[in-house]
């Protein structure tokens, strides 16, 4: 498969083909956010404050999980323009590797925070046991969700974001229908209330990962995760992490900052937690054209800069900027 189209192709065409993909997977996404949330709400007032206070810790692992992702995909995509496929698949296998790791840490880790976590914001013992039974089934999908997120970033630096599309929009449909089904307990499912929320969602990210691994064999790709790069490279890891923590970093800020907000509302009003929680959720509608040019953009300029083409890589982010630039000035105009 070849991606010098990333840098034979003319700019502007090139990016909106590379962005629209995510915007709409990301529509999708919000949409399942919404519904997901509106469905709890139905279980109870507590089982939405429940949600609403896991939920910055669930954005803690989606951030480290993206963040590191980015690593991967600017790797992936320098190299390819370098034309060195070899670190090309080293760098897919070991952000592969890597990512496993991570997936079982946070698992381990958020399990047994959370308890603590959640006192820190409410004594109510109900709201907490609904929150530990809730998180314990969504934290143990950890390791699905952070490779699923991998695999993302690697057709992303391939330039195939229509594969991302289907994958999330398959994962978020698949949520988006179990959530009653499992919460109320339609059909021959049993009411399982809260947890059915969670399995909802761990079932959604196993039906976006196996996607991916269906045609990931099914299709050639030019990079592979192979054997030989299982071992520790230091200087494929440094890179990695040199990328991929900033990243992360820049992205678990949000959830510092809700953390900190429903700590201050939760001494008002347990009402106030899932106003914010809600509100959280709906914002993410703002920021979708914005998210989706990046997204196309960064394996772009990743390629380009890989390939020595450094001038259509100041170029790239000029229009990437304008592009930027337009979309913040309507909305402020909205």
Request: glycine content about 8%; proline content about 4%.
């Amino acid at each position: 498969m070849n991606e010098t189209f990333m840098k034979e192709r003319p700019i502007f065409p090139l990016i909106m083909s590379m962005a629209l993909p995510m915007v709409i997977s990301m529509l999708v996404n919000s949409l399942y956010n919404i519904v997901d949330s509106y469905f709890v709400a139905r279980i109870s007032e507590d089982a939405m404050t429940a949600l609403s206070l896991v939920y910055p810790v669930q954005n803690f692992i989606n951030a480290v999980a993206i963040g590191f992702g980015v690593g991967i995909n600017a790797l992936i995509a320098f190299y390819l323009g370098a034309e060195n496929k070899n670190a090309a698949d080293a760098a897919a296998t070991r952000g592969t590797v890597l990512t496993v790791i991570h997936g079982i840490l946070m698992t381990v880790g958020c399990i047994a925070f959370m308890p603590y976590f959640l006192r820190f914001f409410t004594s109510d013992e109900n709201i907490i046991s609904l929150g530990l039974r809730y998180s314990n089934i969504v934290f143990a999908f950890s390791v699905i969700i952070t490779l699923d997120l991998s695999f993302e970033k690697i057709f992303q630096a391939l330039g195939k974001m229509k594969v991302t599309m289907i994958a999330l929009m398959c994962g978020c449909v698949t949520n988006i229908i179990l959530d009653p089904v499992m919460i109320f307990g339609l059909g021959p499912f049993p009411e399982m209330g809260i947890e059915g929320a969670a399995l909802a969602t761990g079932i959604g990210q196993v039906v976006n990962l196996a996607i991916y691994l269906v045609i990931y064999k099914a299709r050639p790709v030019s990079v592979r995760i192979t054997g030989k790069y299982l071992k520790p490279d230091k200087g494929i890891d440094l890179r990695l992490y040199s990328i991929g923590i900033p990243a992360a970093l820049n992205l678990a800020l949000p959830s510092l900052l809700i953390s900190v907000l429903n700590s201050l509302l939760a001494a008002f009003s347990q009402s106030y937690v899932v106003i914010l929680g809600i509100y959280y959720k709906l914002q993410t509608f703002l920021y979708l054209p914005a998210s989706g040019i990046v997204q196309g953009m960064r394996p772009v300029i990743g390629y380009n800069y890989g390939a020595g083409e450094y001038k259509r890589v100041r170029k790239i982010y000029l229009v990437t900027l304008a592009m930027r630039s337009i979309i913040k000035g309507s909305e402020k105009v909205c």
